[in-house]
């Protein structure tokens, strides 16, 4: 099938990053575009109309929006290719991973909030992205045991869909002034971390911790001052 694949996504944003590991780790070739979010394209604003947002995902001129959907689209359309495939074969670890999946994209829009709020509503965003966290150490790794990843001994969905606390989590601590992983915290948590940065294809595609800084430095200081 042609590929013909286009991403319109932004350096900074975790999300966009989701697509362009699932690109990668399935060996699909495809066109990245950078959108300048503070003057954002013709095409970016006809591609998604509705939330005007990347990443976006086009098709032979068919445009996907939303990091998990493009994903699914991904999988469905290519769910062998470069033997790589995102979800387990069996239909009940399948129906796990979407389960941790749709937990943590609910659940993790707690810390977003961590940076983007004041006192009283950051230390709730504090307290319910713990309990997340708690959740995720507990369950989400409890039939690891050994396995690398969720998916067995490869990166999946799953994975993916947790990946971008492995940077952005400690720009959310330094912006906000908080910290959630504590050294001996959630070490099985912190251990997938560690071996999910090892990577060679993530390592080199995590934007640098400086540069990711400062513009959300710039976002929590607009916000709290507004």
């Given at each position: 099938?042609?590929?013909?694949?286009?991403?319109?996504?932004?350096?900074?944003?975790?999300?966009?990053?989701?697509?362009?590991?699932?690109?990668?780790?399935?060996?699909?070739?495809?066109?990245?575009?950078?959108?300048?979010?503070?003057?954002?394209?013709?095409?970016?604003?006809?591609?998604?109309?509705?939330?005007?947002?990347?990443?976006?995902?086009?098709?032979?001129?068919?445009?996907?929006?939303?990091?998990m959907v493009i994903l699914?689209?991904?999988?469905?359309?290519?769910?062998?290719?470069?033997?790589?495939?995102?979800?387990?074969?069996?239909?009940?670890?399948?129906?796990?991973?979407?389960?941790?999946?749709?937990?943590?994209?609910?659940?993790?829009?707690?810390?977003?909030?961590?940076?983007?709020?004041?006192?009283?509503?950051?230390?709730?965003?504090?307290?319910?992205?713990?309990?997340?966290?708690?959740?995720?150490?507990?369950?989400?790794?409890?039939?690891?045991?050994?396995?690398?990843?969720?998916?067995?001994?490869?990166?999946?969905?799953?994975?993916?869909?947790?990946?971008?606390?492995?940077?952005?989590?400690?720009?959310?601590?330094?912006?906000?002034?908080?910290?959630?992983?504590?050294?001996?915290?959630?070490?099985?948590?912190?251990?997938?971390?560690?071996?999910?940065?090892?990577?060679?294809l993530i390592k080199e595609?995590?934007?640098?911790?400086?540069?990711?800084?400062?513009?959300?430095?710039?976002?929590?200081?607009?916000?709290?001052?507004?």
């Open positions: 099938m042609d590929q013909d694949l286009k991403v319109h996504g932004s350096w900074a944003s975790p999300y966009s990053l989701r697509v362009i590991w699932a690109l990668k780790l399935k060996g699909l070739s495809y066109e990245y575009i950078e959108e300048d979010l503070a003057n954002k394209s013709d095409l970016l604003l006809k591609y998604n109309p509705i939330f005007k947002k990347i990443p976006v995902l086009v098709h032979g001129g068919k445009p996907i929006c939303e990091s699914e689209y991904l999988e469905q359309i290519w769910p062998n290719h470069h033997d790589y495939p995102l979800l387990p074969s069996d239909p009940y670890e399948r129906a796990m991973a979407r389960f941790w999946v749709n937990y943590f994209e609910q659940k993790s829009v707690s810390l977003w909030m961590i940076y983007r709020t004041k006192r009283e509503e950051q230390e709730r965003a504090v307290k319910e992205s713990l309990e997340m966290l708690k959740s995720i150490e507990e369950h989400a790794f409890k039939n690891q045991k050994n396995n690398i990843f969720f998916n067995g001994g490869k990166i999946g969905i799953v994975d993916i869909t947790f990946g971008w606390i492995c940077q952005w989590l400690k720009i959310i601590e330094d912006v906000g002034g908080v910290k959630l992983l504590q050294e001996n915290s959630f070490p099985n948590l912190q251990d997938w971390m560690k071996k999910f940065k090892e990577v060679p595609s995590l934007p640098n911790h400086q540069k990711l800084f400062l513009p959300f430095k710039l976002a929590r200081d607009m916000l709290i001052s507004s």
